[in-house]
C-alpha cells in the first residue's frame, strides 16, 4: 500500500462525499486505502459511507473524541507507507497524491509534507506555511508588527508559488512517511481541537526531520465547515495555546507568568470580536453555470437568471460574461471538468466578486462556500 488518507469527521457528509470522489480520482496510478474515522456524527455520514462506500475503513465512534485522538485511531489501521492526514472539506487535484508522492521520495529526511491550500473563493490560505508560533511571532502577529525573520508567524520567506522547507504545515493537509508519525507518537492527544497541527511539526523538527511546503499542486480547503470561528472554535484554541506554550515554551514563572498574560488578553480580544460577528450570506440571483447536465440546467433555470456555457478555457471571456450579466455565482460541473481545472479557475477568477460551486460528478447536490470562517452550502438537486 502506497498511501493512507485518514479523514476525521463531523457532521459534514456532503463536502466528506466531495472529497471522497475527488481522492478516487486522484488515485488511478497508486495504491490507495481511504480511512475515514467518523466523531459520532448526528447526520447520516455514517450509514452513508456504509452504504455507498463499504470499501472505505471506518471507525464511527460513538462519542466526539476530537482531532488529535480521531487522527491517531486511523493512522493505527493503516496499511500504506505514507499517510496523509485531510480535512473532509478538502478537494484534491488529479495529480495531487502523484505529485506528492514522487516529491516525497526524492527527500531523504522528509519530515512532514504540506501544499498550497486555497479557499472556497480561490483565496490563498497563509496557514499553508508557518513558522513557529513562538511568543515573539505570536505578539507580533497579535498586534500587527510586521517581521523579517525567518521564524515568524506565517512563512513568507518562501512565495507561495514556491516550494521549500518550513516549520509548521496545516492539519487540513498533512503527508509524511507513517514510521515517522510513529515515531513521534503521532497527534497528542491533549489537544482536543487545534494547535495539534503544530505541536506534530515540532516534534518532527525536534526529531531531526525537515518539514516541506510544496506549492506545485493546489487543493481547496474550505475551511468553514472544519473550523467555523464562533466563541467554540475560540475556547478549543485558548485552551490549545495553554498547551502548547506549557508544553514548549516554559521558563520561569515570571516569564510563564507574561505568557499566560498575553494569550488571555489575546482571548478578550477575539472573544468581543466573535460576539460582534454577524455574518449574512448573499442572495444567488445570476448564475453562470459550466456543464451539460440538463437536470441541473433546469433546477437552475427555475430559480436563478441562468448563463449556461462550456467555454472555459478563455478566461478574458468568462470575466467579460460575469460583468456583462452581473454574474454573482458560478456553478462548474465536475461531470465535464477535472478538478484541477476548477482549483485553477477559482484563482483565476477569484477577484471577480462571484462565488463558486461545484457539482461534484455522479451526485445530486451543489457544494460550496464563499466565507472560510463560516458554514458554506448544499443545495440538493431534485427531479422537476
Known amino acids: 500500500m502506497d498511501i493512507s488518507i485518514v479523514i476525521v469527521n463531523y457532521n459534514v457528509r456532503y463536502f466528506l462525499e466531495q472529497c ?6 486522484a488515485s488511478k496510478k497508486l495504491a490507495v486505502e481511504i480511512i475515514v474515522v467518523d466523531n459520532n456524527s448526528t447526520d447520516d455520514s455514517v450509514p452513508f459511507l456504509q452504504s455507498n462506500y463499504p470499501s472505505i475503513n471506518l471507525i464511527a465512534n460513538k462519542e466526539n473524541v476530537g482531532f488529535s485522538k480521531a487522527n491517531n485511531q486511523g493512522v493505527s489501521i493503516a496499511k500504506g507507507e505514507y499517510v496523509l492526514i485531510l480535512n473532509p472539506d478538502t478537494v484534491i487535484a488529479e495529480d495531487t497524491l502523484d505529485t506528492i508522492f514522487n516529491f516525497a521520495k526524492t527527500k531523504q529526511n522528509l519530515g512532514i509534507l504540506g501544499v498550497k491550500l486555497i479557499d472556497g ?9 508557518r513558522g513557529i508560533p513562538t511568543p515573539s511571532a505570536s505578539f507580533n502577529k497579535l498586534f500587527g508588527i510586521s517581521s523579517s525573520q ?23 493537509f498533512m503527508f509524511m512517511q ?4 510513529n515515531e513521534v507518537k503521532g497527534f497528542d492527544e491533549d489537544y482536543f481541537m487545534y494547535g495539534e497541527d503544530i505541536d506534530l511539526c515540532y516534534k518532527v523538527l525536534n526529531k531531526g526531520y525537515q518539514n516541506y511546503y510544496f506549492s506545485d499542486t493546489q487543493v481547496i480547503h474550505y475551511k468553514g465547515e472544519s473550523t467555523k470561528k464562533d466563541l467554540i472554535y475560540l475556547k478549543y484554541f485558548h485552551n490549545a ?3 502548547f506554550y506549557k508544553k514548549h515554551f516554559k521558563r520561569n514563572k515570571i516569564y510563564d507568568f507574561l505568557m499566560s498574560f498575553g494569550i488571555e488578553f489575546w482571548y478578550l480580544l477575539k472573544y468581543f470580536k466573535f460576539r460582534k460577528v454577524n455574518y449574512q450570506s448573499k442572495d444567488i440571483l445570476n448564475v453562470l453555470y459550466f456543464g451539460k ?7 437552475l433555470n427555475k430559480k436563478y437568471l441562468l448563463i449556461n456555457t462550456i467555454l472555459i478555457d478563455d478566461v478574458d471571456k468568462i470575466k467579460e460574461l460575469i460583468r456583462t450579466n452581473a454574474i454573482d455565482t458560478i456553478v ?6 477535472s478538478n484541477k481545472e476548477i482549483i485553477a479557475h477559482f484563482k483565476l477568477l477569484k477577484n471577480e466578486q462571484v462565488s463558486f460551486k461545484i457539482h461534484p460528478k455522479n451526485t445530486n447536490f451543489i457544494i460550496g462556500s464563499n466565507n472560510s470562517e463560516h458554514k458554506g452550502s448544499v443545495e440538493i438537486i431534485t427531479e422537476i
Open 20 to 25: 471522497i470522489l475527488s481522492i478516487i480520482d
Open 121 to 129: 473563493s480561490g483565496k490563498y490560505l497563509p496557514e499553508s506555511k
Open 150 to 172: 525567518k521564524g515568524k508567524y506565517y512563512a513568507t520567506h518562501i512565495g507561495e508559488n514556491e516550494s521549500g522547507v518550513v516549520a509548521v504545515l496545516v492539519g487540513a
Open 178 to 181: 507513517k514510521s515517522v508519525y
Open 241 to 243: 495555546m495553554k498547551i
Open 293 to 299: 447536465d440538463e437536470l441541473i440546467i433546469t433546477h
Open 332 to 337: 462548474f460541473d465536475n461531470s465535464i471538468l
